[in-house]
């Protein structure tokens, strides 16, 4: 039997091969959306001297793999990504897919369904932007109180080319009113929510509604870690808790949503609090979770075997 792969911008990976991976992190952004004078560019070589010393601390931490999620529409580039990729020995996993209404490039604005589908199967299958990197997961936005009409026609899109190769769909959505919505039409769509990641899921204060996702198949991702300013961390191991206390810690994904290097700035960095790293899930989190008595096969689960199971692929 054929090991399960995690898809890398370098190729592909034996899932089982990786220790700790970051679901949910970010290299390279820009958040002025695709109409911005100067869009996403960047000298792939300023982009290395800012952002290599964060990876090499998060390797130094015992970091082995991170999932940048910026899709196209919020900054994707690929050249930055493959000189990453080449930077350093940690596997990068990049998205197909797009960002929320307002950011949808016009490229792909009014592609049907089917042909939006094709495109981003393409990507996951035969390469980004003429590339040999392929794409290792399915990146989506909703808005705060959508799925909009464009919307819905990305998540049919990232369904038909979810289940064409098996690769798991990400989408940032706030609450879970909007979660359970985009649940309902990714299931229309025939989507096993297994292939689901609902990212920032610790936008829901209550835990039912994680288990009540969860029940349905979803994977629930707590991405704030080392985020005060975003999310008291108090709140958030105590989510964390409850939520392994359900029963669910086996489709529990943690990750910092941080970073990055920010092209709209001159100096590269995001304003006002600068580069985020990405190490405050080993220095901190995983402390406090020990500490509260959960067990080290249950930390390996969360951080090592659920990720790797959520980005295998194919
Ligand atoms: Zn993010």
């Known amino acids: 039997m054929a090991s399960r792969m995690v898809r890398t911008v370098k190729g592909d990976v034996p899932a089982e091969s990786l220790g700790p991976m970051l679901p949910h992190e970010h290299l390279f952004v820009d958040l002025r959306g695709p109409y911005a004078p100067g869009y996403a560019e960047a000298e792939p070589e300023r982009v290395v001297a800012v952002v290599k010393p964060y990876l090499a601390a998060l390797e130094a931490a015992g970091g082995t793999a991170l999932v940048d999620c910026a899709p196209v529409g919020v900054g994707r580039n690929v050249a930055v990504l493959r000189r990453l990729a080449q930077s350093t020995s940690v596997h990068i996993i990049a998205p197909t897919g797009t960002y929320r209404e307002g950011f949808i490039p016009a490229a792909i604005a009014d592609l049907s369904v089917e042909a939006l589908a094709a495109l981003w199967v393409d990507e996951l299958t035969q390469g980004m932007e003429g590339t040999d990197s392929r794409a290792g997961f399915i ?111 086996d489709q529990l994904l943690l990750s910092h949503d941080a970073g990055w290097y920010d092209c709209s700035q001159p100096d590269g960095l995001p304003s006002p609090d600068g580069f985020r790293g990405y190490t405050a899930l080993f220095e901190q989190f995983i402390p406090a979770l020990r500490a509260h008595g959960v067990p080290e096969q249950m930390i390996y689960q969360i951080t090592v075997a659920n990720p790797a199971r959520a980005f295998s692929i194919g």
Request: aromatic share 6%.
């Open 139 to 249: 990146k989506l936005a909703m808005s705060e109180h959508g799925p909009t009409e464009i919307e819905v026609r990305n998540l049919r899109a990232a369904a038909l080319a979810s289940r064409q190769t098996g690769a798991v769909i990400a989408s940032h959505t706030i609450g879970g009113v909007v979660a359970r919505r985009e649940m309902d039409i990714l299931e229309q769509a025939r989507l096993d929510l297994r292939r689901f990641i609902w990212v920032h899921a610790h936008t829901e204060p209550e835990t039912a509604v994680h288990v009540e996702a969860a029940r349905r198949g979803a994977w629930i991702e707590f991405d704030a870690i080392g985020a005060e300013n975003w999310h008291p961390q108090e709140a958030l191991l105590q989510a964390t808790l409850a939520f392994i206390e359900a029963g669910y810690a």
